[in-house]
């Protein structure tokens, strides 16, 4: 979190972050359509939609005395770039874990979720999180799962965290993960994202 006294600004990281395929780059540009900003969403990506390396986008708005900014990014799941992603994390000041709730899919999220564990240490369990159960259009059946997702990750130690439903292609449920996110980031402020900021 970076406060620029000059132009009365906070800026504030966010990450989304999960496994390759996933719906990373569908819930931020998702995010953003709220906004009528989608176009704004920068992504490098492959001839066929992949993210390379990371999409980025900025979400600014202005309160009474102060700007609020907010740096989204996406990190790529392929494994092929995976170096790139502790770039994409440094400075993170809060995490959208996307999850792929398919059954086949479980061990590709432990292994995105250890990485960050890995990459963060003791301090992962400060940092706040929202898991976006995403793609219950088509696997809303195969929640059980996400139990045992939880408590592989030691859901209760997190200071912060909570787990929403998504359907990122139609935006259900991001944009209450994101202003979920926020309220962790910034437990004293009053903040609620509308559709009509
Ligand atoms: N049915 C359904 N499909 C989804 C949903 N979210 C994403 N998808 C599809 O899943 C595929 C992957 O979505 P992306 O957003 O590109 O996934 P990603 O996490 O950015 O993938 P990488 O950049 O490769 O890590 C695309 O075909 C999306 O249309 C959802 O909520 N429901
Ligand atoms: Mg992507």
């Known amino acids: 979190m970076i406060f620029n006294y000059d132009n009365k600004t906070l800026q504030v990281k966010i990450v989304y972050y ?16 709220f906004f009528n900003k989608e176009h704004t969403v920068k992504s490098i990506d492959s001839s066929v939609g992949r993210t390379l390396f990371f999409d980025f986008g900025v979400l600014h708005f202005e309160g009474a005395e102060w700007g609020l900014k907010f ?11 995976a170096s790139t992603r502790p770039a994409t994390l440094n400075g993170v000041d809060g995490l959208i874990f996307v999850v792929d709730p398919q059954i086949e899919c479980l061990e590709y999220n432990r292994r995105s979720w250890n990485e960050l564990k890995t990459l963060f240490g003791s ?17 809303e059946k195969k929640n059980l799962e996400i139990d045992d997702f939880l408590s592989y990750i030691d859901y209760h130690r997190f200071r912060h ?15 209450d993960s994101f202003n979920e996110l926020i309220r962790f980031i910034f437990p004293q402020l009053n903040i609620n994202l509308s559709i009509n900021n």
Do not use: E, H, R, W
């Open 161 to 175: 965290i909570s787990l929403k439903k998504t359907i990122a292609i139609n935006g259900k449920g991001v944009l």
């Open 71 to 81: 740096l989204i990014y996406s990190a790529t799941g392929q494994d092929f770039y």
């Open 123 to 139: 301090n992962f369990y400060n940092i706040p999180i929202v898991i976006s159960l995403n793609k219950c259009d088509i696997f």
């Open 18 to 33: 999960g496994p390759a395929m996933s719906g990373k780059t569908t819930s931020i540009k998702s995010l953003f359509s």
